[in-house]
């Protein structure tokens, strides 16, 4: 069938049926006559190999004259149920030709939704601006999951049930996007469906190369709607990707054609194994609820309110008043109602939270992609999928760990050769994890691979200037933490992939901005395993609430190592740089937080406050404080838009007694010091 | 009619101006002069309670409170005004208001001497504010309105607040 649609241009053929059926709609069947099939039959069988056509034209003629003496309605329904089954074959092809030649927008494939599929793609997005955007989250949804279905067809080519997965998802874009007529994608989608039901009946097997084929049409699906999404946003979109070649090397791979592939295959040594994906990846989707789509939007309002509600609870509770009230009923509804308001605030808290496996599938191609491009054998595992997590962090998380990724595959992982000439396994291996942690989730990615070289990053560290030529031995972390900075590569070669340097730099960023750390370990020779601690959700903290004066100050307990009251002994001024106290032997700067802050303190002599050990871009320093009050989970606010570039300040929360207290921000005050 | 006719043809400009200035204003005082304003955009007043003071803002700019679970800054006008700060007495109290900056609602909390009444002021109460010479910004004053010999000065709170001084302030905050 695609060969027909390669080939021949079936629009006389199509001409020829339409106006058959206006003379049967217009005039009754008594006017037609089984000439007229004869004459399409023999239209088609003239244009070549269109034999399917020829022969169901001359089955209907044969089939009406022999119903001549049928009623009319019996003459009209054969009539009509011959012409449908004709127009479905010259239609079919015509479709799949559809966007190469968009013009002949009268042919529709007939599997799709039935709505005419006009080229009118400047159709008013904004009257349906809300279906559609619903449209674009869902097939992202089923985009996502495709990819991932395609990682474990390529593994396993004979899964019919993730070949049916995969069908399914591009149906139901399809139909969607013929629904809004979005042509562009209604055509891909439609090409992508010929050739997995061919698959799918066995007459073609999947090889790696039609794997290919079907991730790029996943990409371009993205790109389309993204662009659909710009247009929504009233921006130019960016020209559709969805051409006349890609529709083109789609029907090749299903005609088994596999040879000839696209820019982006072609570029690739064919000597390589597929990347094996982790099995655990696969029983993903066993799991599945019944779910309903809320706008974040109002789920951040009811968690704004169910903080209220907790600050509310908190203020009766505590009320003092209630010292003297002996009610036993009073105090059992009480406790009532501070369970009931902490189980809210629990569910409340869970409803944002999505299992992270989903940023694993997107990794799990990545790997795949990028080994593929390296010409590296990479064999990805994960675990710990179904560990929750907070969506935003979750999202967040990508770029971390796209860039993780690559600095593995490209600086990591050795080619097989080498790896071989070592005595390693030829195929290298990434891993990636994740669980809870004390009320903290940890998300690791290790790789088998040379591991971090101490004194290159040593040397270049040197060279621009990070560290000073003949300063003090750092510790492997601190060494490897340089790797951060940003413009900092050891890469002797720029790739496509990595080696500007700028990689890990957003690493860092993006974890701090979760406001959570990232550690590395490295083995030389055996790999490197970065492991990011990232709080569980971003509306709530622990913090450790501090006094200066008559303000009320919050320390986020993950940039916080220790505190306590310093002896005359362990102070120190230091010429030049100012106050110093000496911590088990190691001397760190201290930062006045009332001067820092222009409040007035209730003691200016350091031995007389407390000192807080916080760390600033892997530096501790000390914070000196009037007193500590205690730790406490905080309910993060905004302090608006008036406020947000205080420097020194992250945000503030309502502390129990109803006041607001100023939460901390330490890389601020740390770097605002000498002002 | 015939009056309310020239009128418009000769002054169309003014008319609808102070039509839309009538209406009730919350009357307040900083030391002896008395304020009005738009009693629509009043929120609620509220007595004085501790406010969480924020690094690194001008001096008028007291800090935050948390309004009922909503954390609002808080402006002592006095300050904002350049008038000589004074120690807040039992009188003093804060004027919690919805303000518009930059296409943005926001509530606002302003440290004030004290709530003296509501009143219902005609368009003929009130009369453009005078040409104070050269050097004397007034764009955030809407016109001085006269009830029983007393003045009261109209404020335009969104433009109290969305002027220079706190585009400054953001500047300042960069």
Redesign the interface.
Known sequence: MSELAANIDLAPLADQVDEISTRLILNGVATLCPTDFERLSQAAAALGSCSPVADAAHRIAEGIAAALSLPIAEQTRIASSGLMELRRLVDEPAANKQSTAPESSRAQPETSSGIPASSSQSNSLAEDEGLIREFIAESSEHLAAIDNQLLVLEKDNSAAETLNTIFRGFHTIKGLAGFFEFTEIQSLAHEVETLLDLARTAQLTVTPAVVDVLLESTDVVRHELAAIAQRLAGETPSPTQVDAALLERIRQAASGEASCLGPASTAIPPAEEPTAIGPALQERRAGDAISIRIDTLKLDQLMDMVGELVIAQTLISHNPALGSVSDARLQRNLTQFARITSDVQRITTSMRMVPIGIQFNKTARLVRDLARRAGKQVAFEATGETTELDKTIAEELSDPLLHMVRNSIDHGIESAEERIALGKDPTAHIRISACHQSGQIVVSLSDDGRGLDREKILAKARQNGLIEQNGPPLSDNEIFQLIFEAGFSTANTITDISGRGVGMDVVRRHVQKLRGRIDIQSTAGQGTTFSIKLPLTLALIDGLVVVVGQQRYIVPIFALREMFRPTPEMLSTVQGTGEMAMVRGALMPIVRLHRRFGVEPRTTNLTEGTLIVAESSGRPFCLFVDDLIGKQEIVIKSLGPRFKNVAGVAGCAILGDGRVGLILEIDGIFKGRAS | MQTTTSLLTTQPAILPDMNKRAGKYLIFNLGVEEFGTEVLKVREIMGLQ?I??????PLYVK????L??K???VIDLRLKFGLEPQEYTPRTCIVVMRTRQAD?D?MIGLVVDGVVEVLNLMASDIEDTPDFGPGVATPYLTGMAKVKGRVKILLDIDQVLSGNE?QG??AL??
């Open positions: 501790d969480t003071s924020i690094p690194q803002v800090g935050v409170i948390n009922r679970g954390v609002i800054p943005e926001l706190l302030l953001s905050l960069q």
